[in-house]
Every structure is written in C-alpha cells, then in structure tokens.
C-alpha cells in the first residue's frame, strides 16, 4: 500500500510538470464548465490551471456560505473556485499528500486572497486513506468534493466511510472520477504509469455502488458520465477490452434514504431559483426539472431536495401516508452509456 502512495506521490511531484504532460486523456475534464465555473476559473492563477489533473467538474450549485473539504486537492483548482462559490462566508479545505503539489496550491493562497478580498482556503497535508487522523471533527462539512482522486488510492470502501462520517446530515459527497466496466486485473494494477493515469485504480461501477451504499450512502446518483477514450495506442493495447468512464456522482448523507425508489405519491415544482439554473434544475443525469412544472418524484428525490439546501428553491406536494410500491423506472443495468450520451433511464427515478 505505501509503494502506490509512494509511486502516486512520484507521478504527481515529480513525472508530471503540468497537464500537457500527462499520458492519456482519463485525467482531463471532458465537458465544458458552466458559466458559475467558467467565470471563476478565470480568477484562478495560470499555474494553478496548468497543474490541473482533474477529470470532470466537482463543485454543484448553491454552495454559498458552505464549508467545503477538497479530497486529493492537488495544486488547488477546485479550491479556489470553491473559495469564489463559497464567499466571504464560507470555507474551504484542501488535503493532498504530495509536497509539490501542495507547494503550488500555497504559494498562490496570498495572490488569491488579495484578489477574491478574502481568505478562505486552507491546504493540510495528509493521506485521504487515514482522513479519521486528520484531526476533523465528525459531521462537520457542508459538501465534501474530490476530483480524480478515489482512483488513486486502495482502500476505497474505507475513504467512503470516513466522508460519511465528516459530512453534517443532509450533507452531500459529489465528485468525479474513472470508472470501468469490470474489475481491473492485477498485473494492470501493478503498472505504475496506468495507475498514476488514473486507470488501473479506476472503480468498477458496481463495486463502488455497493461500497458507497455500505457506507450509508444509499441512494448513489450519477450526475454525468463520459467515456474516456485514451488516447495513447500502447496504453490502449494494454487496456485492452476494459471501457472507462467519466463519472461524476453526488452522494447525500441522508440517514432516511431507501435502497430503493419507492413511490408515495409525491411532487416538487421548482421555483426557478437557484443561481446558475434560473429556468431548469438538474439534480442527476435523469431528475431535469424545468422552473414551474411540476415533477413526480419518489421519496428519495423528495428528501434530496426537501430535506437539504435545495428546501427553500422547490414547493413540495404530498406526504408519507400513502405508499403506491416501488417508482416507475428503476432498474439495475450498467448506469453508463458506452455511447457517450448521457443516460436518461438506465438507474433509478
Ligand atoms: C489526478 S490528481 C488530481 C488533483 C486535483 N484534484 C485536480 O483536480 O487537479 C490526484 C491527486 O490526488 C492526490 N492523492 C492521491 N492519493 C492520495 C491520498 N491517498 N491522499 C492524499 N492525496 C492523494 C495526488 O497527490 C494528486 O495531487
């Protein structure tokens, strides 16, 4: 275990300088930012951009006054664009183990500070295998964010547990990282370079499903997937059949969750006002939810929505009364599309 720390640690310090350097393209992000991104990605410092390994976007909507921790933070990216989303009022916490990258992130904290009028971000070294050492308080974070990182680490089931375990109640864990369609073989898990790109650590999608359902995540949601295509001809042999994925989830901590989509007959009208999604809300890759219609939904959308910071931007229809059995749509097939458009019906309601 500490020879992939210390392998991951020589890949990201010393083999990469920047992004142009890496081999593959499973550590790029795939999709366009949003404008609520874009504009605060602009503010981030050129060289913190350039040492950017990340594969896909981390920071969800309505974030304002949050406390955010930042896993596998890198040279600091996504921290200082949730520095921005946060504000004045909130807070933001990055952990890496790797010095190099860590020296980047702080070297460019006064520069941030003196252009957002704030200081906000913190980086702490440390190991995200051992995040119950690292001093923070249980039920303490708001959102807990990670850009490519749970790939890169062993013990993924136990990472799992130990966010749950940091995230307040109706908290919530949304992250991107690689994804494959099986188990990857050991002799590929024993390839520094395929490790390091972020493939042979890769979460075969149903193994994650199942930890992150062990770790009181029941009800995982896909926010976006995309597969990632390589771009490197001898890795690509190596690899062989196995297909990768993109995926972003967002995971809540919300003890009443079913494992389930049962249905009680329930709706939510959006009211159009969530900042960066005025006429339409997407909470997954299959709940789009146009300002003023309104939606049916089964009981575990309800409470993602009524029960965290969402409440005040949707009016809800219903109760728990009455149960009608389980929600129209839910299946178990491979969540992924193989095609690259997003999937619309593959998981649950
Ligand atoms: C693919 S890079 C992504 C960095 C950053 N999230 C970004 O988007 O630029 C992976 C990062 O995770 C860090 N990392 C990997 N395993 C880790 C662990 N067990 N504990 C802490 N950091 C880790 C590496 O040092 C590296 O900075």
Redesign the pocket.
């Known amino acids: 275990m500490n020879d992939?720390?210390e392998s991951?640690?020589d890949?990201?310090?010393k083999e990469l300088k920047s992004s142009d350097d890496l081999k593959t393209n499973a550590?790029c992000t795939l999709t366009a930012p949003p404008t609520y991104i874009m504009e605060a990605l602009n503010k981030v410092h050129d060289k913190v951009q350039s040492?950017?390994?990340?594969?896909g976007l981390?920071i969800p909507l309505q974030v304002e006054g949050l406390r955010i921790l930042?896993?596998?933070?890198?040279?600091?990216?996504?921290c200082y664009i949730a520095s921005q989303l946060v504000g004045a009022n909130g807070s933001v916490v990055g952990?890496?183990?790797?010095d190099e990258?860590l020296k980047i992130a702080n070297d460019h904290k006064a520069y941030h500070a003196d252009l957002f009028g704030y200081d906000n971000v913190e980086f702490i070294k440390?190991?995200?295998?051992s995040l119950d050492e690292l001093n923070f308080e249980a039920n303490s974070f708001d959102l807990i964010i990670?850009?490519?990182?749970l790939n890169?680490?062993?013990d993924k089931q136990k990472?799992l547990k130990d966010i749950h375990n940091l995230l307040k109640p109706s908290g919530e864990f949304y992250f991107s990282d690689v994804y494959s369609d099986c188990r990857i073989p050991v002799d590929l898990q024993n390839d520094k370079v395929l490790w390091g790109e972020?493939l042979s650590g890769a979460l075969y999608w149903n193994d994650f499903l199942n930890f992150a359902k062990k770790s009181g995540f029941t009800d995982p949601r896909a926010v976006e997937n995309k597969p990632i295509t390589i771009d490197n001809k001898e890795l690509e042999e190596k690899v062989g059949n196995i297909s990768f994925f993109s995926v972003t989830y967002r995971l809540f901590k919300i003890a009443e969750l079913e494992s389930d989509c049962e249905d009680y007959g329930q709706a939510v009208v959006y009211n159009g006002t969530i900042q960066g999604a005025l006429s339409a809300y997407d909470l997954d890759d299959h709940h789009h939810f146009p300002k003023g219609k309104m939606m049916l939904v089964c009981g575990n959308t309800y409470r993602m929505l009524n029960d965290t910071r969402f409440k005040d931007h949707f009016t809800f229809y219903g109760s728990w009364d009455t149960h009608y059995g389980i929600f129209e749509g839910c299946g178990g097939a491979m969540p992924f599309n193989v095609n690259g458009a997003d999937t619309e019906a593959a998981s649950c309601c």
Not at 70 to 78: C, F, H, P, Q, W
Not at 126 to 129: A, M, S, T
Not at 146 to 149: A, I, L, M, P, R
């Open positions: 992939i720390h991951v640690q890949y990201y310090g550590c040492t950017y390994y990340g594969c981390t930042d896993l596998g933070s890198g040279s600091g990216r996504d952990v890496d183990m790797t990258q440390g190991n995200i295998e990670s850009n490519c990182v890169l680490v062993n990472v972020c």
